[in-house]
């Protein structure tokens, strides 16, 4: 169901291009000297916001936690040598005091905190009053209610200047990326809050500095309206993320070789090509439902014989066979090991579901 806010369009928040709305800037700042070096850098390509982490949420203790307030100062000193909007994280109520005091310009709301309800609201009641722009950053789980109930509870306080931050999840299974992105609950969100800008955290997905450009323009591709990414000078001696870092100079390659293509065109031939290509997208997906209908059917005569002769759902070794099979037959036909076990380890989970209920039945 779509939910309605009250959400201005980013030509509100005071930044002359929007399309893409790019902030970029160290994970932390470290120093005086890093935090305007590298704004200067970045602010001669063009970057309008200058973002940087002040009071860090770190996984571990006895990591660097951020410079705490007196970053704030750096921070203004970027905006009157520069002209730029700086933007920092706040995790608890006396960070939003102390940076609404020290006049910063726009403000995000970490995953670790966007994860917990109380801190959210705590953050909110601190912002009733306030007219600057608020940026949500998906919880660390993809729960996307969790993600959208924080917006709420900031749209709530009668922020306006909205908006999302899309930095990929956390999983216990290794992956490709530091966070997982699945873009799919971005997309969901964007279904849900039409008017709501949604701004990609490459460097957090990515996790590594090889990788924030294939994730920059995947989000560009899916419509994401905008870029955050982290840029440190020598990112080999950052005090935190260095491995995601892209130096100023990274920063603009990046920037120059993005494309960002229109969602539509006015071509006939290509609308028309396109349009005989999603037919025929159309009718394999009617194929491939018919087909596992089929196989549930199959399914569904299995169950009742196990329940005739009282034996359990899984056996092990035969569901370990069919996944080793599958993968195999999968990777011959191109499909990546990772897709074919999601795919039928859902269709897995459905035949467990009709199993168990004719056992119960
Ligand atoms: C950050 O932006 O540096 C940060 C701590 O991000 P996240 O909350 O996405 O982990
Ligand atoms: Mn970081």
């Given at each position: 169901?779509?939910?309605?806010?009250?959400?201005?369009?980013?030509?509100?928040?005071?930044?002359?291009?929007?399309?893409?709305?790019?902030?970029?800037?160290?994970?932390?700042?470290?120093?005086?000297?890093?935090?305007?070096?590298?704004?200067?850098?970045?602010?001669?390509?063009?970057?309008?916001?200058?973002?940087?982490?002040?009071?860090?949420?770190?996984?571990?203790p006895n990591t660097f936690e951020g410079v705490g307030s007196v970053g704030l100062k750096w921070l203004k000193t970027v905006k009157q040598e520069t002209g730029m909007l700086t933007a920092t994280e706040v995790a608890n109520v006396k960070h939003v005091y102390e940076a609404l005091k020290m006049g910063v310009d726009i403000i995000w709301i970490g995953a670790r905190t966007s994860a917990n309800p109380f801190a959210v609201q705590e953050i909110a009641d601190a912002l009733t009053g306030v007219d600057i722009p608020v940026l949500v950053k998906n919880p660390v789980n993809p729960d996307i209610e969790l993600w959208i109930g924080a917006i709420e509870r900031i749209a709530g306080a009668g922020i306006t200047k909205l908006g999302a931050i899309h930095r990929g999840f956390s999983s216990f299974e290794k992956s490709r990326y530091r966070n997982v992105p699945q873009w799919q609950v971005a997309i969901e969100l964007r279904q849900r809050m039409r008017n709501l800008p949604?701004?990609?955290?490459?460097?957090?997905?990515?996790?590594?500095?090889?990788?924030?450009?294939?994730?920059?323009?995947?989000?560009?591709?899916?419509?994401?309206?905008?870029?955050?990414?982290?840029?440190?000078?020598?990112?080999?001696?950052?005090?935190?993320?260095?491995?995601?870092?892209?130096?100023?100079?990274?920063?603009?390659?990046?920037?120059?070789k993005i494309v960002v293509r229109p969602e539509k065109i006015d071509n006939k031939e290509f609308t028309e090509s396109l349009e005989e290509l999603r037919a025929q997208i159309d009718m394999i997906d009617d194929e491939i439902l018919e087909i596992i209908q089929k196989r549930m059917s199959v399914v569904?005569?299995?169950?009742?014989?196990?329940?005739?002769?009282?034996?359990r759902i899984l056996q092990t070794d035969r569901w370990k066979q069919i996944i080793e099979s599958v993968k195999q037959k999968g990777n011959s036909k191109g499909l990546s090991d990772e897709f074919t076990e999601k795919l039928f380890k859902a269709i897995h989970q459905e035949s467990i579901n009709i199993q168990t209920e004719i056992l119960n039945s």
């Open positions: 169901m779509e939910i309605s806010l009250n959400i201005e369009p980013v030509e509100s928040w005071g930044i002359q291009s929007t399309k893409p709305i790019i902030l970029s800037g160290p994970c932390s700042a470290e120093t005086e000297e890093q935090v305007l070096t590298t704004a200067k850098e970045l602010q001669a390509l063009g970057v309008q916001i200058y973002r940087a982490g002040i009071w860090k949420p770190r996984t571990r949604i701004i990609c955290d490459p460097s957090h997905i990515a996790g590594v500095a090889d990788l924030v450009f294939e994730v920059s323009q995947k989000a560009m591709d899916l419509g994401q309206d905008g870029l955050i990414i982290e840029s440190h000078p020598n990112p080999r001696v950052a005090l935190s993320d260095g491995k995601q870092q892209l130096t100023p100079t990274q920063v603009g390659e990046l920037l120059s569904h005569e299995i169950g009742k014989n196990k329940k005739a002769n009282n034996i």
